[in-house]
């Protein structure tokens, strides 16, 4: 959603214009062309000695391995890497590991009944209408594809097979829901317990916002799912799970193993910086202290829900130290939010330009490989306090 441009500056019935329209066209076809070339040239999916290794691969092994009827292997890493050569037809350096609850092993394991390559594009290439269609509903205009489609941090989550398209979909599906049908929006969020570290915030909204129908139906929908996964995949599945997490928390935030420059947090960014593990985790709990607190008075005040609805989204990225450029597709979801304030509302000065150098923060991460996605969550962040203290007195919006 970058460089919008905007008439009327102020008051309802804000569009792009055209010059804006063709520079996200331009981001559209350009990501496509990418990908396209990639594939071509054998550097996505597959390539000339079998299948290109990445962060899908991790979910196919570990599907394979339910349908093999061992489960809780998937969680024991050398197993597991022995799985993910034989995915890809060859031997790699490092190691994809698989850190998610034993409820989305159902995911992995239907997944895992294709082939590797066909797996994989299904996954990316089916998940991706969840996430149009979240923004598309959030900003309510056709042109909600085109600035969804345009997001930078899409080819991210498309070269790597991440979930990122689920989560955004998820997360501004139930954004979206929440006011009029929060039941459902409640069994979004429990879905979204697939990725508990991206939840964190949202009992707090909930519980601040009243918004008690949604704070039961993620409940029952989160509990339902770990006894589904218990059922289907026994006791030891969720013993080696909770066994994982501290290995996997000592290798990715203690050790570093992916890289800290990768790692879009206030944790990834001090570790990169030379800052101590004690140094890091103290920040990022700053962070994350100050994220709760600002979602709590907001979801506990009369601020409109877009700005409610962002500042959860901004700070639940802000809140957990594992962030990485595939999960910043969720950022779409809040800047939707603020697009819609503005089309109803009127833009701020300055606003566009500071959602244009979010996207555009989020486009050098290739050329840079520091953690410029933090960065763009704290501007995005910041444009939604400014909208805060700007419409602290006017009411709340009607519903979306």
């Not at 269609?133 to 309510?140: K, T």
């Not at 097979?161 to 998820?170: E, H, I, M, P, R």
């Not at 006791?235 to 994982?244: E, I, L, V």
Request: aromatic fraction near 14%.
């Amino acid at each position: 959603m970058a460089l919008y441009a905007t008439f009327p500056a102020h008051g309802a019935g804000a569009r792009l214009t055209r010059p804006v329209e063709l520079v996200c066209f331009t981001l559209v076809v350009a990501q496509a062309v990418y990908l396209m070339t990639a594939c071509l040239q054998g550097i996505w999916i597959v390539g000339p000695g079998g299948g290109v290794p990445s962060d899908f691969v991790n979910v196919w092994a570990a599907g394979r391995l339910v349908l093999e009827g061992h489960p809780a292997a998937a969680y024991d890493w050398p197993a597991h890497k022995l799985v993910e050569e034989a995915a890809v037809g060859h031997p790699f350096a490092g190691y994809f590991g698989w850190h998610y609850p034993p409820t989305f092993l159902f995911v992995a394991a239907a997944l895992s009944l294709l082939s590797y390559a066909g797996a994989y594009a299904f996954w990316v290439f089916g998940t991706f209408p969840a996430y149009l269609a979240a923004i598309r509903a959030i900003i309510g205009e056709r042109n909600g594809y085109l600035l969804a489609a345009a997001f930078p941090a899409l080819l991210g989550n498309f070269i790597v097979g991440q979930n990122g398209f689920l989560t955004a979909g998820l997360i501004g599906g139930a954004l979206f829901l929440l006011p009029r049908r929060p039941i459902v929006a409640g069994l979004l969020i429990g879905l979204l317990s697939y990725k508990p570290h991206l939840g964190l915030l949202f009992p707090i909204a909930l519980i601040a916002g009243g918004y008690w129908r949604a704070f039961f139906g993620a409940a029952l929908a989160a509990t339902l799912m770990a006894a589904a996964a218990w059922l289907a995949f026994g006791s030891d599945t969720w013993a080696a799970f909770f066994a994982n997490i501290g290995h996997a928390s000592q290798a990715f935030l203690s050790d570093g193993w992916a890289d800290f420059g990768k790692l879009q947090t206030a944790f990834g960014l001090t570790r990169m910086l030379g800052g101590s593990e004690t140094l890091a985790w103290a920040a990022q709990g700053a962070v994350a202290l100050i994220a709760a607190l600002a979602v709590a008075v907001l979801w506990w005040g009369r601020a409109p829900y877009e700005i409610k609805a962002a500042g959860l989204g901004a700070g639940a990225m802000l809140a957990t130290p594992y962030l990485y450029t595939y999960d910043l597709v969720v950022l779409a979801v809040p800047l939707a939010f603020l697009f819609r304030l503005g089309q109803t509302r009127g833009f701020l000065p300055r606003e566009m330009a500071g959602i244009g150098g979010a996207c555009l923060l989020i486009l050098i991460f290739p050329f840079v490989k520091v953690p410029v996605g933090f960065f763009a969550v704290l501007v995005v962040a910041v444009l939604i306090a400014r909208r805060a203290l700007t419409l602290q007195d006017l009411p709340q919006s009607v519903a979306i």
